[in-house]
């Protein structure tokens, strides 16, 4: 009789542990699903681990063809920002025309190479001979595309093409208008060329090429 009670103890001390850790049935737990409505596992597929590519998924403004040519930019240099070289390409664009319409040779000397310096010297000497004088305008750059990019030993070139309105006025030694018009903007679009030398102490780029689109 003792060990009856004893194992009646034991039984219930059990039951009131599987009840504590359990918790008490209450009739409306969900029954278990039959093997055709188990929903089958989905397998995720694994991930490659890709190469980042230097391109902008939002607003696109990367060419195809520069890619290949930014990658070994980086390569070769990896502290190169696209976006931050993109941005400083836009304010040297804005610079280098400043300085060409105002006629500032010095300004132009820090911002290009010599070749391009010396075209824009002859034109500007050629200006002042004729007596003309730029009113010019730049109202905005719609929009910035790397169009180009590539590397030979260490020296890189970047081709970017320039979408911009511009405000063009020619006038002549006492002011009067010649040519164009302050209130009408004209659509313009520049390919120009930056090259420089990847890791050399100076961080610019410089106006290697100008052309038009």
């Not at 403004?61 to 993109?86: C, H, K, M, S, T």
């Amino acid at each position: 009789m003792f060990y009856v009670v004893l194992l009646a103890m034991v039984a219930g001390f059990l039951a009131m542990r599987l009840y504590s850790v359990l918790g008490k049935r209450t009739g409306h737990e969900p029954l278990p699903r039959t093997a055709e409505e188990r929903p089958v596992p989905i397998s995720v597929p694994r991930t490659i681990d890709a190469v980042a590519e230097p391109r902008e998924t939002a607003n696109r403004n990367i060419e195809p063809q520069a890619e290949a040519g930014l990658r070994a930019i980086i390569a070769g240099e990896p502290g190169f920002d696209v976006g931050r070289f993109l941005e400083g390409s836009q304010a040297a664009y804005r610079m280098v025309l400043e300085a060409f319409w105002k006629g500032d040779e010095d300004a132009l000397a820090d911002l290009a190479v010599a070749d391009v310096r010396a075209a824009f010297g002859e034109a500007i000497v050629a200006r002042n001979e004729a007596g003309e004088v730029l009113d010019n305008r730049l109202v905005t750059i719609e929009r910035a595309v790397i169009a180009d990019a590539s590397v030979s030993g260490r020296d890189a070139r970047i081709t970017v093409r320039f979408d911009a309105d511009i405000a063009a006025v020619t006038r002549d030694a006492e002011g009067n208008v010649l040519a164009g018009s302050l209130t009408d903007a004209v659509e313009t679009h520049d390919v120009w060329t930056f090259a420089r030398t990847l890791k050399s102490s100076d961080p610019n780029w410089m106006l290697a090429d100008t052309d038009e689109a």
